[in-house]
Each structure stands twice: as structure tokens, then as C-alpha cells.
């Protein structure tokens, strides 16, 4: 991440005229430094079902935030560090220092030629992990889990080119790069490289195609490597600005070397998406999916995605059920392909001028084979106040649970946290 960021920095400079002093001093404000204290209790730190080790857990983050835009380019960066201690220090080694960085920048040198990418870098000892693609909900993790702390480090890189030669006729190219380095020898380092051209293209106001496809190639420093190839083609009808429907065909073929087993799956779907209001949008889609490996038991049942959200001035809220089937590469555990459902619920309020709250909520159900079925739910709350222009104060609380049909993978939680947070 470092040698990118400093590319992208480099660019910016070199398209900031500094004109004069007060160009300047314009650039240097933008840089807004910050330090966050935080003190956790975590209930159950390895996520184990028994010999649960309770911990106070300390972390003090410096970290630098930075922004600017104009018509050509914009840039944001947000970086901490983040240095941890834990009171009754189980382990020799659980002190250790985090990070946590994410990047968004985008650049159009032409008109209709755009730029953009995205970078996210995560070092942490967290159990299970948090959901690190760009579209996550709060409270969504991946299925994989470590049950025990140990150091792993990803770093997500997303460049992305988008020419729009039509009102709304885009072709693009995004690439993805997914480092996963873990500290164990457990668990495996992985790498995932990812492109993806796509075309949108629209027939007249109310009838238009987008067609995508997707490689994949994923190295594994102990599972068999895989090549991955996505195709999907979509079809939608305008009735009117508020108001569509689709169809959809998605198509996904994995390639493992031996002895691994190679398998494809088919999913036709139909959906709607709605506008009730400014405000308030949702989306339904489900259709039906078929699993074929090439040895080995079948898999197939319904697909559905349904959201509903409201973004206000004061309350924002999503509530997501999805269910099918997910794929879990590129973790932990490397879970690999299973039956899953989800359902998550967020809702944020500004309840005074200097406060908000919120809660959040989520229900998973996987079944990995035909052997091992987990039911994880979770539920918390946060809220934070603005004490001075400077200065913001935050709590959080919250409860996990994994129901497991295999005793030795539940484990429950209860996590509390106290943050303060410095800007200057």
C-alpha cells in the first residue's frame, strides 16, 4: 500500500498548481491529524466454546486523515496505527501494533475517461473478520474464523478505468489485488488477482443490457491454486424513473488443480428495484441456483437478495436478507463453497445536534457440506458525542453467538468499548 500511496500523492502534486503562499497554506490544512484511545472489554478474545479467556484490552491509534477535490480529481485517505496492550496478557506475544488504512481517489483527464482506486489495508488479531469489500454493511463478517489471536494482515487494491460514451453507456475494467498474510501455521497465506471488464449500454429511455465477465486467479501457499471465470448478463426495463425490473443470468466456473474438485454454478434471476421516495429506495431479486461439482454431492435451492434503505437527514437505516449460496476463498479457513443466508439491519440517528446513536443487528445461517451448519447471530448498539469541535466520545456494546451442529465451533461473546477521539 505504501509505494501506491505514494504514486497517488505524487500525481496530486504534480496537478496542484501551487500558485501562491496561499495555495499553499490551503494544501497543509487539508491534512487533519487525529488520536483515538480505546479501552474494550472482550468476554470470550479466542472465540473458543470453553476455557473462555476474558481481557481489557488498550489501544492508542495516531492516525492522519486527508481530502481535497476539485473538477478533474479527488482524493481521500484516511491511516492509523494502532498500539495494543492487553491487561492480563495471556500470551507472550498478544501486545502488537495494528493498522488500518483505506484510500479512495479518482482522476478524469478527458471527458468521460475516469480513473479511480480504492485501497483498504487491515493488520489486526481479530477471531473472525470483518467484511472488507467496499459495499459492507455494519456487523458483517466473513464465515471464516481463526479461534485464536493471531496477527494477519490484507491489503485490498482496487484500480479501476470507466469510459461513458452515452448518457448512460459505460465500458469499464476493474482490477483486484487480495493479499491475505496470517501468522499461524494453521492457516495459509493466499493472494487473489481479479479483472473484470463491463459494458452498460442502453437501448433507448427504458431498455438496457449490461454484460460482464470475470477472471479470477487465486494462489494458496497450501490448498490447490484456483482459476475462477464469471460471466454475467443482465437485461432491464424502465417503466419510469422510479420504478425497474431485470432479469438476470449469472454463470461461475471454478478450476482448482488436483485434488481439488472443480465445480460451476447457474443462477437465473428476476428482480425489481423501486424508488418510494428522495430518501427511501429498495431492491428484490431471486431466481433459483444449480451447483455441479464434478464429483460429489450436488447443491441447489433459491436465490434472493432483498435491501431496503433510507438515507434522511437525521436517520439513516438498511435492512438486508440475502440467501443462496456464498463462497468463502482468500480467509482464514478458506470455507470454500456452501448454502448461506443472511439477514442485517442498521440504523443510525441524530438524536441531539451533537449526538448520534445506532444499532445493528444480524443473523447468518451456512452449511458447509453435509456435515457442519452454523447459526451466528449478533446485536449492538453505539453512540457518540461531540463534546468539543476537537474532541468526540463514543461507547459501544455489543453480543455474538455461534450455534454450531460441531460442539467445538460455538462460542459466545460480549464485547464493550470506550473511545475517545482527539482531531486536530
Same mark, same amino acid.
Given at each position: 500500500? $505504501?509505494?501506491?500511496?505514494?504514486?497517488?500523492?505524487?500525481?496530486?502534486?504534480?496537478? =496542484?498548481?501551487?500558485?501562491? $503562499?496561499?495555495?499553499?497554506?490551503?494544501?497543509?490544512?487539508?491534512?487533519?491529524?487525529?488520536?483515538?484511545?480505546?479501552?474494550?472489554? @472482550?468476554?470470550? *478474545?479466542?472465540?473458543?466454546?470453553?476455557?473462555?479467556?476474558?481481557?481489557?484490552?488498550?489501544?492508542?491509534?495516531?492516525? *492522519?486523515?486527508?481530502?481535497?477535490?476539485?473538477?478533474?480529481?479527488?482524493?481521500?485517505?484516511?491511516?492509523?496505527?494502532? /498500539?495494543? /496492550?492487553?491487561?492480563?496478557?495471556?500470551?507472550?506475544?498478544?501486545?502488537?501494533?495494528?493498522?488500518?488504512? %483505506?484510500? @479512495?481517489?479518482?482522476?478524469?483527464?478527458?471527458?468521460?475517461?475516469?480513473?479511480?482506486?480504492?485501497?483498504?489495508?487491515?493488520?489486526?488479531?481479530?477471531?473472525?473478520?470483518?467484511?472488507? %469489500?467496499?459495499?459492507?454493511?455494519?456487523?458483517?463478517?466473513?464465515?471464516?474464523?481463526? !479461534?485464536?489471536?493471531?496477527?494477519?494482515?490484507?491489503?485490498?487494491?482496487? #484500480?479501476?478505468?470507466?469510459?461513458?460514451?452515452?448518457?448512460?453507456?459505460?465500458?469499464?475494467?476493474?482490477?483486484?489485488?487480495?493479499?491475505?498474510?496470517?501468522?499461524?501455521?494453521?492457516?495459509?497465506?493466499?493472494?487473489? @488477482?481479479?479483472?473484470?471488464?463491463?459494458? =452498460?449500454?442502453?437501448?433507448?429511455? !427504458?431498455?438496457?443490457?449490461?454484460?460482464?465477465?470475470?477472471?479470477?486467479?487465486?494462489? /494458496?501457499?497450501?490448498?490447490?491454486?484456483?482459476?475462477?471465470?464469471?460471466? =454475467?448478463?443482465?437485461?432491464?426495463?424502465?417503466?419510469? #424513473?422510479?420504478?425497474?425490473?431485470?432479469?438476470?443470468?449469472?454463470?461461475?466456473?471454478?478450476?482448482?488443480?488436483?485434488?481439488?474438485?472443480?465445480?460451476?454454478?447457474?443462477?437465473?434471476?428476476?428482480?425489481?428495484?423501486?424508488? /418510494?421516495?428522495?430518501?427511501?429506495? $429498495?431492491?428484490?431479486?431471486?431466481?433459483?441456483?444449480?451447483?455441479?461439482?464434478?464429483?460429489?454431492?450436488?447443491?441447489?435451492?433459491?436465490?434472493?437478495?432483498?435491501?431496503?434503505?433510507?438515507?434522511?437527514?437525521?436517520?439513516?437505516?438498511?435492512?438486508?436478507?440475502? $440467501?443462496?449460496? =456464498?463462497?468463502?476463498?482468500?480467509?482464514?479457513?478458506?470455507?470454500?463453497?456452501?448454502?448461506?443466508?443472511?439477514? +442485517?439491519?442498521?440504523?443510525?440517528?441524530?438524536?441531539?445536534?451533537?449526538?448520534?446513536?445506532?444499532?445493528?443487528? %444480524?443473523?447468518?445461517?451456512?452449511?458447509?457440506?453435509?456435515?457442519?451448519?452454523?447459526?451466528?447471530?449478533?446485536?449492538?448498539?453505539?453512540?457518540?458525542?461531540?463534546?468539543?469541535?476537537?474532541?468526540?466520545? %463514543?461507547?459501544?456494546?455489543?453480543?455474538?453467538?455461534?450455534?454450531?451442529?460441531?460442539?467445538?465451533?460455538?462460542?459466545?461473546?460480549?464485547?464493550?468499548?470506550?473511545? +475517545?477521539?482527539?482531531?486536530?
Amino acid at each position: 500500500m $505504501g509505494l501506491m500511496l505514494g504514486m497517488v500523492f505524487i500525481l496530486f502534486l504534480l496537478e =496542484t498548481p501551487f500558485s501562491d $503562499g496561499r495555495d499553499l497554506d490551503d494544501f497543509w490544512t487539508r491534512f487533519h491529524p487525529y488520536i483515538t484511545v480505546q479501552e474494550e472489554y @472482550n468476554s470470550n *478474545i479466542n472465540l473458543t466454546p470453553t476455557n473462555r479467556k476474558d481481557d481489557f484490552i488498550t489501544t492508542i491509534s495516531p492516525g *492522519i486523515k486527508f481530502s481535497t477535490t476539485n473538477q478533474h480529481y479527488g482524493l481521500d485517505l484516511d491511516y492509523h496505527l494502532g /498500539f495494543v /496492550f492487553y491487561a492480563k496478557g495471556h500470551e507472550k506475544n498478544d501486545n502488537y501494533v495494528s493498522m488500518a488504512g %483505506s484510500l @479512495n481517489a479518482w482522476y478524469t483527464p478527458a471527458q468521460g475517461l475516469t480513473f479511480h482506486v480504492r485501497d483498504s489495508l487491515t493488520r489486526s488479531d481479530e477471531a473472525r473478520e470483518r467484511e472488507y %469489500s467496499a459495499t459492507a454493511l455494519e456487523g458483517q463478517y466473513l464465515l471464516a474464523t481463526t !479461534r485464536e489471536r493471531v496477527t494477519y494482515f490484507r491489503n485490498v487494491f482496487e #484500480p479501476s478505468a470507466e469510459y461513458q460514451f452515452g448518457k448512460e453507456d459505460r465500458f469499464s475494467v476493474q482490477y483486484r489485488n487480495n493479499i491475505y498474510e496470517v501468522q499461524s501455521r494453521r492457516f495459509e497465506d493466499s493472494q487473489e @488477482n481479479f479483472i473484470s471488464p463491463k459494458l =452498460t449500454y442502453w437501448f433507448d429511455i !427504458r431498455n438496457g443490457i449490461s454484460l460482464e465477465y470475470g477472471l479470477t486467479l487465486g494462489n /494458496f501457499d497450501r490448498s490447490p491454486d484456483l482459476t475462477g471465470h464469471m460471466a =454475467t448478463g443482465r437485461f432491464t426495463h424502465r417503466f419510469n #424513473p422510479r420504478t425497474s425490473i431485470f432479469g438476470e443470468y449469472t454463470f461461475f466456473r471454478r478450476d482448482f488443480k488436483s485434488p481439488s474438485v472443480d465445480y460451476d454454478v447457474q443462477r437465473p434471476t428476476f428482480g425489481i428495484e423501486h424508488a /418510494f421516495s428522495p430518501t427511501l429506495s $429498495g431492491r428484490a431479486q431471486a431466481g433459483y441456483f444449480w451447483e455441479k461439482p464434478e464429483k460429489g454431492p450436488k447443491m441447489k435451492g433459491p436465490s434472493y437478495d432483498m435491501s431496503l434503505t433510507q438515507r434522511a437527514e437525521k436517520t439513516t437505516y438498511t435492512l438486508s436478507y440475502q $440467501g443462496g449460496y =456464498t463462497e468463502d476463498y482468500f480467509t482464514a479457513e478458506n470455507l470454500g463453497f456452501n448454502k448461506y443466508q443472511r439477514a +442485517i439491519g442498521t440504523i443510525t440517528h441524530r438524536l441531539l445536534e451533537r449526538m448520534n446513536v445506532g444499532l445493528f443487528g %444480524s443473523l447468518e445461517r451456512a452449511k458447509f457440506g453435509d456435515e457442519r451448519i452454523d447459526r451466528i447471530w449478533g446485536i449492538g448498539g453505539n453512540a457518540s458525542y461531540l463534546v468539543l469541535k476537537w474532541l468526540t466520545v %463514543s461507547l459501544e456494546a455489543s453480543h455474538r453467538k455461534n450455534q454450531s451442529n460441531i460442539d467445538q465451533l460455538d462460542y459466545s461473546e460480549y464485547r464493550g468499548i470506550f473511545r +475517545i477521539t482527539a482531531s486536530f
